[in-house]
């Protein structure tokens, strides 16, 4: 299904239905997602005057449901009703065509009820985009289990669009689970829970699914190491795991959750992790690779409204949440929420997004190793100032044409660029906590162009509470605008960016966005 408009959509790979371009998106009552209440709009409430930001969504809305000819006057936004732009991303080799991924229905984690669910929807403004996750239902077979021994059965026996439904209770896995049985693009194969995290699977063995087959979707489930020794990982993503989709679930206490890498010279494409919560309840004792996703190559892979928090480890081995490690292209990474640590400590040095960390060629690359064409954009990262060493919220090291645009990271000891970056790398419109750090490897620099680096004194001047993730302003219009970037016509919450909009996640001009700022602090408090 196409969105509204032409917004810059993620791969059509997982599960998007064939329709028009202009299909409104499903409502979020159909969908199942939680409503929201109507915001109040901007303004000045002693004068009664309304900020001439709301009058230019105004007039937007008022182009976009009454189709009045000739709506292009001053303050509305640009082209048709619905249409920020058109994206021009380069494409890999392999067709990698993106769908735009929603950013405004992540869950709020664990099993707490989303805040006022009987109140009216936030207005759907023109751009606003809210495209689906995948399909929502097989269409073979649904083949409910109870124990372990026959999830592993049905997985083995999978037909195209079958439904593994797991009913309530722990399904504990003592051996790699292989899924090798393929689906197709229009009959996925589901593993789910019957309620959302209401189905437990425990891993005792180095992996627990080795997903070698396209088109499987997981969701709801939550997944725990449970040997003495951590297990390696909840999913390893191989070669011919084409179009995989982990959704809406809660994985605990792994090395690396989800190992993406290649296996006999070739690599899976379209890995989709979208609304999950990826956590560790202790200090991993990690002799190993210890980054919560690592993706070794594939080419248009969205992580997209996940939560990342305490990931923390008690050797002096790195922990990253987001790791592009090599050779990943036109990946979309956005709308993230990573807390580094709450309430763990970390001996290792604690990391956001690193991209790119591999050089040259090898044996994990998929020709030269450097990440190409990702965007980067509206994520927060806050808390990675644990362990000791190279500890960053945003780093690159071995990555070409990417871009790191309005994200926001607080409270972390540097950001890290190498100097061996073949480049460029831009970074625009961050708001930063702290400066970059750029090795003396080599030569390459950054090109930074419009971010704003405030510490934490400047932080609490402008926030109210960011160390408890509460980003409403102090004083409004406080923010420095740029001009919109057509790689980030949105922000964290989906609202379209105006043709000048705010540095950093949120588009404070919107008028939803104090409903954004409060789904933000909701996601932290949730953790």
């Known amino acids: 299904m196409r969105a509204q408009g032409r917004n810059h959509r993620g791969p059509p790979g997982p599960g998007r239905t064939s329709g028009a371009t202009g299909t409104s998106p499903p409502s979020a009552a159909a969908s199942g997602r939680p409503t929201r209440p109507i915001p109040r709009p901007r303004g000045d409430a002693a004068s009664g005057q309304v900020s001439s930001d709301l009058l230019r969504w105004a007039a937007a809305l008022t182009c976009g449901v009454l189709l009045v000819a000739g709506c292009t006057s001053e303050g509305a936004l640009p082209d048709a009703p619905g249409d920020v732009g058109e994206l021009d991303v380069p494409r890999a080799d392999r067709d990698a065509s993106f769908d735009a991924p929603p950013g405004d229905d992540a869950p709020l984690g664990d099993d707490a009820p989303p805040p006022d669910t009987d109140t009216p929807d936030a207005p759907t403004l023109p751009g606003d985009y809210d495209p689906d996750d995948g399909p929502e239902a097989g269409s073979g077979r649904v083949v409910s289990v109870r124990t372990a021994s026959e999830l592993v059965a049905a997985i083995g026996a999978a037909a195209p669009g079958d439904e593994i439904t797991l009913e309530d209770g722990t ?253 460029p790398v831009l970074f625009r419109a961050n708001l930063l906590y702290a400066d970059f750090f750029i090795s003396s490897t080599g030569p390459g620099r950054p090109l930074l162009e419009e971010n704003t680096t405030l510490g934490a004194a400047g932080m609490a001047a402008l926030y109210v509470d960011p160390d408890a993730a509460d980003f409403t302003l102090r004083s409004p219009s406080s923010l420095p605008r740029v001009a919109r970037d057509d790689r980030a016509p949105h922000d964290f919450c989906g609202h379209a960016r105006g043709p000048m909009t705010d540095i950093g996640p949120i588009d404070y001009s919107h008028p939803a966005a104090a409903e954004c700022v409060a789904r933000i602090r909701a996601l932290y408090d949730a953790l």
């Open 171 to 423: 399904y504990a896995l003592d051996g790699i689970v292989a899924v090798t049985r393929p689906g197709t693009p229009e009959d996925r194969i589901f593993v789910r829970a019957r309620n959302p995290l209401q189905a437990t699977i425990t891993v005792c063995a180095d992996i627990g699914f080795r997903i070698d087959a396209p088109y499987w979707i997981f969701e709801h489930l939550v997944l725990r190491s449970r040997c003495t020794s951590v297990s390696d990982h909840a999913f390893q993503v191989i070669g011919g795991g084409n179009d995989f989709i982990l959704r809406r679930s809660r994985s605990e206490d792994f090395f690396a959750h989800v190992k993406l890498n290649g296996t006999g010279g070739a690599w899976p494409d379209r890995f989709w992790a979208i609304d999950n919560e990826f956590r560790d309840t202790i200090a991993i004792p990690a002799d190993g690779p210890f980054n919560v996703l690592n993706l070794d190559g594939g080419d248009g892979h969205v992580v997209r409204g996940n939560r990342f928090v305490d990931i923390a480890v008690a050797t002096a081995r790195h922990a990253s949440s987001i790791y592009l490690k090599a050779t990943t292209r036109d990946a979309i990474i956005e709308s993230n929420v990573v807390v580094c640590l709450r309430t763990l400590a970390s001996t290792g040095p604690t990391r956001g997004i690193w991209g790119g960390d591999a050089t040259g060629s090898g044996g994990i690359c998929d020709g030269d190793c450097a990440n190409v064409r990702n965007i980067t954009r509206n994520n927060l990262v806050l808390h990675c100032e644990g362990g000791s060493g190279n500890r960053f919220g945003l780093g690159s090291t071995y990555e070409r044409d990417v871009v790191y645009l309005h994200n926001l990271v607080h409270r972390v000891t540097q950001n890290f660029y190498d100097g061996q970056n073949p480049g």
